[in-house]
């Protein structure tokens, strides 16, 4: 069974350093997400993605993150100068199309981002 | 205004059917349900998706009355691997919106 796989999956940074998650959606999918889960909390959406621009991003997303699909596996998301509260599990996700395959999203295992 | 309510935490036993109601009162016209499980440190799985009555597949059923106010998942026969959180999510929108989940306990 097709799967998204993100690497590293654990990041170890210092504040103030940029990271770059990476993430391989499932080949034929459409629609890319990123979540984050901070520890002990719920998954909060950050951003999606089609057709080679953000479609809608929630308000963590500032200024600080970017996404961008480089190639045509790719989709990476970066913060540029990463802060304490940016620690949390960051899952990347996938989706067919609305019309061929509902609204199912499949994520992927995640990358454990802790910034000291 | 939460979209959804469902319950903080069930147990259960090996063996046993477990149903989880979530309440979704102001789900709109063109809004689907959907389930995801989660295991501790991974991402979020699809569970089953409806949008009036019944549906089943090889893991679960979710069964959504005619007012569409609430929809009770229904997981068959669980086993201790089946301890995890479980999501509603009300929405028409891609972006999904969890909210904290039912942690549901299996014990032996």
């Known amino acids: 069974e097709p799967e998204v796989t993100q690497t590293p999956s654990h990041q170890v940074t210092q504040m103030g350093q940029e990271v770059i998650l990476r993430c391989v959606p499932i080949?034929?999918?459409?629609?890319f997400y990123w979540y984050r889960q901070i520890l002990g909390q719920k998954v909060e959406f950050l951003v999606s993605?089609?057709?080679?621009?953000?479609?809608?991003k929630s308000e963590i997303f500032d200024d600080q993150f970017s996404v961008e699909r480089p190639d045509g596996s790719n989709f990476t998301l970066k913060i540029r100068s990463t802060k304490l509260e940016d620690s949390a599990m960051y899952f990347c996700?996938?989706?067919?199309?609305?019309?061929?395959?509902?609204?199912?999203?499949?994520f992927g295992p995640g990358t454990r981002l802790t910034v000291t | 205004l939460a979209k959804t309510t469902q319950p903080i935490s069930m147990d259960s036993y090996e063996g046993q059917e477990v149903n989880i109601t979530c309440s979704h009162n102001?789900?709109?016209?063109?809004?689907?349900i959907t389930w995801y499980q989660q295991f501790p440190s991974q991402g979020p799985r699809f569970i089953i998706q409806?949008?009036?009555t019944k549906v089943t597949n090889e893991v679960a059923s979710l069964f959504i009355p005619a007012d569409r106010k609430s929809s009770t998942l229904s997981l068959p026969r669980v086993s201790l691997s089946d301890t995890a959180v479980y999501y509603c999510?009300?929405?028409?929108?891609?972006?999904?919106?969890f909210g904290a989940g039912t942690t549901v306990t299996v014990r032996a």
């Open positions: 409806g949008y009036k």
């Open positions: 102001n789900i709109a016209t063109n809004d689907y």
């Open positions: 999510l009300v929405d028409n929108d891609y972006k999904l919106s």
């Open positions: 080949s034929n999918h459409l629609y």
């Open positions: 993605f089609y057709n080679n621009e953000i479609s809608e």
């Open positions: 996700a996938s989706r067919l199309g609305r019309m061929e395959g509902g609204n199912e999203q499949y």
